[in-house]
């Protein structure tokens, strides 16, 4: 069984790594600061509503139809809680936005998750069930499925290198996903083993799209704006955000998996400077020096995933599961999220012998009549010769 855990981004650091999660009620409480240049009065706070642990504590209600329960985590921009919807008798994760993350683009950010999350219908990627905003600040929020299980993160944090069968079944239904949201001209941007979630079920889920880029859509980005998890990110995403587009998720997808293979990150820095100079560079750590009993033919997959051009990287993420399997000699079956609905549902409708039309069971009777009165006058005609001779 695993642990249960929240659909929740953790902040990380300048080198990607994820500090322990302090949940919202161990935030300080103001009530416990007493200088006044440092502090504004509580009266002050609680008139701004600066603070999100009051109006969002458990056992609350919100938006009108959720009680909240406790908090499940924070991530950079938004807070997620454990809800019960009070309409539709279901449990949900209720993802808020902060208010210290209340600017424009922030709001536009936030909107546009929604309206990617609403226009993907994929089994591999968290579904939302209703958006809007609350209270009288029209705090935005998104209600989501409510999955039970663990991250990447936390599986390889709690299991340590997994086998390659292991990583090539995660690894069919990530590509999956991610082909389905590239087909709706979305780029997740931020793919790391924090927003890949494996539910108690079995199923793969992948979350957090507050950072993606849709192709359609309005820039949000400003220019010299570096966007996404330093550790993840391609070099074109690096030097500029923008130019960025699939080819940069198969690369995160790449340093997912040599996580996955080796629990290390493939680069070797001791700060963001270095981690960035490393990714822009290519400099990377072979795959087998980690794990020598790995087949050469794996790392040059992992080797061209993570390549520093663009279209030195396997074509789409499909494609790099295939290549992937194929290097350890294992088919693994690729899911088939994609297939339309209404062709699995013709193929599955048995089939049923087809009705002769009424027209064609009139004919039949006229047919067997016609025939019926010449076998009668041809047995009477031989009659009168037998009698007519005799």
Same mark, same amino acid.
């Given at each position: ?6 659909? /929740? ?20 409480? =103001? ?5 006044? *240049? ?23 209600? &919100?938006?009108?139809? &959720? ?12 807070? /997620? ?6 309409? *539709?008798? $279901?449990?949900?994760?209720? @993802? ?13 950010? &936030?909107? $546009? ?83 890949? &979630? ?19 859509? @309005? @820039? ?5 704006? /570096? ?26 997808? %790449? ?7 080796? %629990? ?17 560079? +290519? #400099? ?25 051009? =663009?279209? *030195? #990287?396997? =074509?789409? =993420?499909?494609?790099?599961?295939? !290549?992937?399997?194929? !290097?350890?000699? $294992? ?10 609905? +209404? ?5 599955? #409708? ?13 004919? @039949?009777? /006229?047919?067997? +009549? ?21």
């Amino acid at each position: 069984m695993y642990p249960r855990r929240a659909v /929740v981004t953790p902040v990380e650091d300048e080198n990607g790594e994820v500090p322990p999660i302090d949940t919202l009620e161990d935030a300080p409480d =103001p009530r416990q600061h007493t200088d006044p *240049d440092a502090h504004p009065p509580i009266d002050e706070l609680e008139a701004e509503a600066t603070n999100v642990v009051d109006p969002f504590s458990p056992g609350s209600f &919100f938006a009108d139809r &959720f009680r909240l329960g406790e908090p499940l985590g924070t991530g950079g921009m938004g807070a /997620v809680f454990r809800a019960e919807d009070l309409m *539709d008798q $279901r449990p949900v994760a209720i @993802k808020v936005l902060l208010k210290g993350a209340q600017d424009e683009q922030a709001r536009q950010r &936030f909107e $546009r998750e929604s309206q990617i999350l609403a226009s993907i219908d994929h089994p591999g990627i968290v579904s939302i069930l209703r958006h809007g905003y609350a209270t009288r600040r029209r705090v935005p929020w998104l209600a989501m499925e409510l999955l039970e299980g663990e991250t990447l993160r936390q599986q390889i944090q709690r299991r340590g290198p997994m086998d390659p069968p292991r990583v090539a079944a995660i690894l069919s239904h990530v590509a999956d996903a991610l082909e389905a949201a590239h087909a709706q001209g979305v780029i997740h941007r931020d793919l790391k083993p924090d927003n890949i &979630f494996l539910t108690e079920t079995g199923s793969v889920k992948l979350l957090d799209f507050g950072l993606s880029l849709s192709l359609s859509a @309005k @820039k949000l980005t400003a220019t010299g704006t /570096v966007i996404g998890t330093p550790r993840y990110m391609a070099p074109e995403q690096i030097t500029a955000a923008h130019d960025a587009g699939a080819a940069a998720d198969i690369y995160a997808l %790449g340093v997912v998996i040599y996580e996955c293979l080796t %629990g290390e990150s493939p680069f070797i820095a001791s700060d963001q400077g270095q981690l960035l100079g490393a990714i822009l560079q +290519g #400099r990377l750590e072979p795959l087998r020096s980690r794990r020598p009993d790995l087949p050469e033919a794996l790392q040059a997959v992992v080797e061209r995933a993570m390549a520093r051009a =663009p279209d *030195d #990287r396997f =074509p789409t =993420p499909g494609a790099m599961a295939d !290549a992937f399997n194929d !290097a350890i000699g $294992r088919r693994v079956s690729r899911p088939r999220f994609s297939v339309e609905p +209404g062709r699995i549902e013709r193929r599955s #409708r048995p089939s049923q012998p087809k009705a002769m039309p009424a027209k064609n069971d009139t004919l @039949k009777w /006229v047919g067997l +009549g016609v025939l019926g009165l010449i076998a009668a006058a041809a047995s009477a005609l031989i009659t009168y010769s037998l009698i007519a001779g005799g």
